[in-house]
């Protein structure tokens, strides 16, 4: 003993802020605030919700807020691209060709304040990929592929009434007036679709799609309805600029898928 108390003590570690994991899936339903006491991620060949397919840092403005932002911030709209572009990689093909939505989760308030930054990517299964969606329970990765239940194909009685809120899914063998054709990306500055023109620049592109499913020229699917669904206004306003697109025919029926049929004609 040398006398003094004050010089035989190690240093205290340096606090540790927690981050969550990446490629894992939880037992619970998605949440946007992800608290650290509530992390429980579980294997997943167990049933589960969602799945992390990637986990990211904010930074610039979005790292400087005094609290942390909402999942329609516009702040986090890179962290979204960044999200948007690792979940189809995660997949192996356009994530939005399943009945997927991404979502992401950030920390809690106490976490900010304590210097958490991350950011959780994550795949969540739907019943439908209208706002009338619920989560769905499901067992196994989505890395590698979409199984074949989860990818968008035919549906039934869309457009009912005036109206998409609701898209029945269907076997394509069987009648049906709307036909999954693929997604484009609006540009970054687009702004929510509210006018007629605004839909157009949306229907526009949505043609272009559907004229490479068809095998035919943009022209030619004029004779076709269509139908443009950004996810909603909120995942708008967070960065999500990926629009599915869909061949309608409105009150007419087909049986048999569009695909590839290019000169044939839309089987009925």
Not at 13 to 30: L, N, R, W
Not at 188 to 217: L, Q
Request: proline share 4%; hydrophobic share 35%.
């Amino acid at each position: 003993m040398d006398g003094k108390l004050a010089d035989d003590w190690a240093s205290l570690p340096a606090a540790q802020v927690f981050t969550p994991s990446a490629e894992v899936c939880h037992e619970k339903a998605y949440e946007q605030t992800g608290r650290a006491t509530a992390y429980r991620p579980v294997d997943c060949a167990t049933e589960h919700y969602g799945e992390t397919v990637y986990v990211g840092t904010l930074t610039g403005a979005a790292a400087a807020l005094a609290g942390p932002p909402e999942a329609d911030d516009a702040a986090v709209a890179g962290a979204f691209a960044e999200c948007d572009e690792r979940a189809t990689a995660f997949v192996g093909r356009q994530w939005r060709d399943g009945r997927l939505t991404l979502d992401l989760t950030l920390p809690s308030a106490a976490a900010w304040q304590g210097g958490a930054r991350w950011y959780r990517c994550e795949l969540n299964e739907l019943t439908t990929v209208t706002d009338k969606a619920d989560w769905v329970r499901r067992t196994g990765s989505l890395r590698g592929s979409l199984p074949a239940p989860l990818l968008l194909t035919c549906f039934a009685e869309s457009g009912k009434n005036g109206s998409v809120d609701t898209m029945p899914e269907t076997d394509c063998a069987k009648s049906h007036n709307a036909e999954y054709v693929g997604t484009f990306t609006a540009a970054a500055n687009r702004k929510y679709p509210a006018s007629e023109a605004d839909w157009d620049y949306f229907h526009d592109n949505c043609r272009k799609a559907m004229a490479t499913f068809i095998g035919v020229s943009v022209s030619a699917t004029s004779k076709y309805g269509v139908i443009s669904w950004p996810y909603s206004k909120a995942t708008w306003a967070g960065g999500d600029r990926g629009v599915r697109c869909y061949l309608w025919l409105e009150t007419k029926k087909m049986t048999g898928s569009a695909k590839g049929t290019a000169g044939k004609g839309i089987p009925g």
